[in-house]
């Protein structure tokens, strides 16, 4: 089956639309089949969200009059629901990949924090013994609009929300901390070396703290199972009908 790719004007109600297409063949031709109510439960639709997947079998449950048996309908963005939906099988994943559970948003957050406090004060006692001896060090201690180091648990928290982002967006697009590094214009130096300390926190210490507690991020985790699944669909090219969407 030749892979094929459509698209949904913005404008259009992009469930509705879906599910008008796929039950009218306009997506796939001979799926589902007209003459056999049970064809339906073939295939596979992947969704990018929890919300989508069930608002997706909401409308075709409608539209065929409640009586359907629908197709799997898998969220992509929580691998763990379509883990128990036997949609990633276990020929796809190394013999110790479960040794590496992901680490809840909320857990990870407050890690972050931590290790965010611990540098915090360092660079104030640092700040404090040695005193201010150039522009950065008097911009960072007396100006309002200057560098400054997160000084409540708010700022804190934030910091640690921001940093699990780019933890994130980095882990997805597979690159490495020392492009990050190399991306900074060397006339800024005396910044970009608070900056470089703050990130430290994500590149060494984050990664020695997830292989001590044998856990991993959940972006990472999911990451890395969905290429493993596109791995396994590229190599077996299952029959069965497989829909991305979204």
Known sequence: MRPRLY???ASADFITTF?????????????PRADDPLSLAEGT????TQRAARALAETLSTKLGGGAILPRITPLGDVDEAEDALLIAESAFGEDFEELPAI?????RLVLAKLIQKWSDQVR???????????LERAFTTDEGGFRVASST??????????GRLIDTLAIHDVQWSQVHKLVPTDHDEYWDISRKFLSIAAELWPQHCDEKR???AALRRHRVLNKEAQRLAREKPAAPLIAAG
Do not use: V
């Open 7 to 9: 698209t949904i004007p």
């Open 19 to 31: 599910a008008d297409a796929l039950l009218n063949n306009h997506i796939l031709e001979s799926w």
């Open 45 to 48: 639709i992947l969704l990018p």
């Open 104 to 108: 809840t948003e909320t857990e990870r």
């Open 125 to 135: 006692d640092a700040i404090k013994i040695e005193g201010p001896r150039n522009a």
């Open 154 to 163: 708010a700022d804190t928290l934030a910091l640690a929300t921001a940093l």
């Open 215 to 217: 856990y991993m991020d």
